[in-house]
């Protein structure tokens, strides 16, 4: 029996477009809110635009996403489907956190469609996870589409290892860093802490056989860049974002 770790079914590649012209290549994956689904990737992916400078880095602004989902039934295939990032007057449909400019990180409500036959989603959050305690040093996995979409578009599993204090995160920068050599198509990627062997919950240590404990941790946004570019370090903005941007429910302008 062929099986597929379900945290690769949460992903989404994705190509931003702009007037039906490629501008490249990115990731995002689901989230699940009551009835309503989003899809979680970087600003800088559906602006085109750097997060510090807000300078276009792109030919033109991205207007569409190029999404492939997963299908629901079991051949492992995947369905196209576009989703309009930007309404008739070209203002975006994205929601962004408030108050905060610099969190590389935007949700965008996915249409309904109804009871969709063919597409699975499979939102991040409905995962069964445990509170594994998130510490430096740590090894986590970005999961994300280096090489682009190309078949059978299931992510690479990149390891890296946290490289600065996790429990300062919120108070400080909203990121962590992450010690891990990246792509460009791998900025809006899911980050998880995947225990195997012993599941690290809060004042204990539980054992476990077949079945992994995981977290979500937060983005992937790609590396934080220096004068030289001597160190591979990325930036993972905080988890919670993701709620705080969906329960805010501000367009950006």
């Not at 190309?150 to 890296?160: E, L, Q, S």
């Not at 490289?163 to 792509?183: F, K, N």
């Not at 983005?219 to 705080?244: C, N, P, T």
């Amino acid at each position: 029996m062929t099986e597929i770790d379900a945290f690769s079914l949460t992903t989404v590649p994705v190509e931003q477009l702009a007037n039906n012209t490629s501008m490249g290549n990115a990731t995002a994956f689901v989230w699940k809110q009551g009835a309503q689904h989003y899809l979680i990737t970087n600003w800088h992916v559906v602006t085109g635009r750097n997060t510090r400078t807000r300078v276009l880095e792109t030919p033109a602004a991205p207007d569409t996403l190029r999404c492939l989902f997963n299908i629901r039934i079991g051949d492992f295939g995947k369905q196209k489907w576009d989703i309009r990032i930007r309404d008739e007057n070209h203002q975006p449909s994205w929601l962004i956190r408030p108050g905060m400019p610099g969190v590389d990180v935007v949700a965008i409500p996915i249409p309904m469609t109804g009871n969709d036959p063919v597409i699975n989603m499979y939102p991040i959050n409905t995962l069964l996870s445990k509170p594994l305690r998130v510490k430096i040093g740590m090894d986590v996995f970005v999961l994300g589409y280096p090489f682009g979409n190309a078949p059978p578009a299931f992510p690479v599993w990149k390891r890296g290892s946290i490289a600065s204090e996790p429990d300062i995160v919120r108070m400080t920068t909203g990121y962590y860093l992450v010690d891990t050599a990246s792509r460009p198509g791998m900025s809006g990627a899911p980050v998880i802490l995947q225990n195997w062997t012993n599941d690290y919950v809060e004042g204990s240590v539980r054992a476990f056989n077949d079945m992994p404990a995981t977290n979500f941790i937060g983005v992937y946004s790609g590396r934080l860049h220096s004068a030289k570019e001597e160190a591979q370090i990325g930036m993972v903005w905080h988890a919670s974002f993701v709620e705080e941007i969906i329960a805010m429910n501000t367009l950006d302008t």
